[in-house]
């Protein structure tokens, strides 16, 4: 297929911007991309499709989301706005472990239905690439099971999904004051099972106050680096215990959230080239009114990434573009940056190489907007401008 008269944001350096462009794709993947003037003779007999003038970006990539899970909390979203904090509810039992208890009741087959509504809403928002994590299920059969439905949305659509182990989300209440059991028996040990199973792409876990510390994950990154996994982490959303640091200290693919970051897991993240991923749906949602430090990661160069965090708890958001859009407008990035944050930023999150630019011997993984400057993706609040969809290579319904 060729791509004719596109306004191309191919993301490498900044946009990257080629005005009235063409693409040529092969079999899965970019042969080509430039000027229409500059266009070698050899694509030009290839069947063409005349975008007219419309934005072509990377597919989008959301490098951070807990899709799968029972239930909702919609409840606790009213008790939240009568006064309880995330932390408060969480502590009274609520929280993450409500939405276990309902996890755990849903068979494989509940979870990947009520999953894919989420994901199509993702899709809908350009997504080509999502994250999908564990933790909502805390015993070493309904992690793997939830990583299982995992694996098995991946079979239902065209999209690619990048699994998480995150058994270390919470604490079960059999656990209670018990962390460094909850890690030997169930978090390590759902690790091994799941890996087994070939259903794990990298490890994370929460560290954080009501969940647990540095020390307490140890043993379990420990495991994760035995067995040749990358890893990231939930760090300083809540408070700071020096999560981004440690992660940083073990060549983290990412630290995520970041509202409590400090000037030193700043240092540890440049030096270790781990991107902060931005979650502004869960900073909306929980009212937090300590930002990312930014200014302060972007004069350091950190490469940051933007995510939706998709989860019934902290940020039920579904869209891609309005993560971007609440990015900008929440915590100043740009434009710009919010879009690095979905494509080649966020490919680098999930340790993928072969996409989030537009680029010769990359994965024709594309988006066509119904916009002519890249800048409109972040600058409309709750519609989706997506044109067409390119997986693979292929034109998406
Ligand atoms: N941080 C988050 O924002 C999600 N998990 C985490 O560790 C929230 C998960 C939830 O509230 O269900
Ligand atoms: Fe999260």
Not at 203 to 218: H, K, P, T, Y
Request: aromatic content about 6%.
């Amino acid at each position: 297929m060729l791509l004719t008269h596109a306004t191309l944001a191919t993301m490498n350096q900044g946009y990257g911007l080629i005005p009235d462009a063409a693409v040529a794709l092969e079999g899965d993947r970019i042969a080509w991309a430039g000027p229409m003037a500059d266009l070698p003779a050899a694509y030009r007999t290839l069947p063409e499709f005349n975008v007219e003038g419309r934005l072509v970006t990377p597919g989008l990539i959301d490098c951070h989301g807990h899709p799968v899970y029972g239930g909702h909390r919609a409840v606790e979203f009213e008790l939240r706005l009568k006064g309880a904090s995330y932390e408060e509810v969480a502590r009274a039992g609520g929280g993450i472990l409500s939405t276990v208890t309902a996890t755990r009741a849903a068979s494989e087959d509940q979870l990947v239905q009520s999953a894919l509504t989420r994901v199509d809403q993702l899709i809908a928002s350009g997504a080509t690439t999502i994250e999908v994590k564990s933790g909502y299920g805390l015993t070493v059969a309904d992690e793997v099971k939830l990583l299982r439905a995992a694996r098995r949305i991946a079979g239902a659509r065209s999209v690619t999904v990048k699994t998480t182990h995150l058994a270390a989300h919470a604490i079960p209440p059999d656990y209670k004051g018990r962390n460094a059991d909850y890690i030997a028996d169930v978090a390590i040990p759902s690790l091994r099972a799941a890996h087994a199973e070939g259903l794990v792409d990298a490890v994370d876990a929460f560290c954080e106050g009501i969940a647990f510390s540095v020390d307490e994950l140890r043993p379990l990154y420990a495991e994760a680096q035995a067995l040749g996994l990358p890893v990231k982490l939930h760090a300083e959303q809540l408070s700071d215990l020096g999560g981004a640091a440690f992660a940083a200290g073990l060549g983290a693919l990412s630290a995520d959230h970041l509202e409590y970051l400090s000037a030193d897991g700043i240092a540890a993240m440049a030096k270790a080239g781990t991107v902060a991923v931005i979650l502004p749906g869960a900073f909306y949602t929980l009212r937090e009114t300590q930002m990312p430090p930014i200014t302060a990661l972007r004069a350091a160069g950190v490469p940051m990434a933007v995510a939706t965090d998709v989860n019934p708890g902290s940020s039920p958001l579904a869209s891609l573009t309005l993560a971007m859009n609440m990015a900008c407008t929440l915590f100043r990035m740009t434009p710009e940056e919010a879009l690095l944050g979905t494509t080649s930023h966020a490919a680098r999150a999930l340790g993928l190489s072969d996409r989030g630019r537009i680029a010769p011997g990359l994965r024709a993984d594309l988006c066509l907007w119904q916009a002519d400057h890249p800048a409109e993706l972040a600058y409309r609040i709750g519609s989706t401008p997506l044109h067409t969809r390119i997986f693979g290579g292929h034109l998406d319904a």
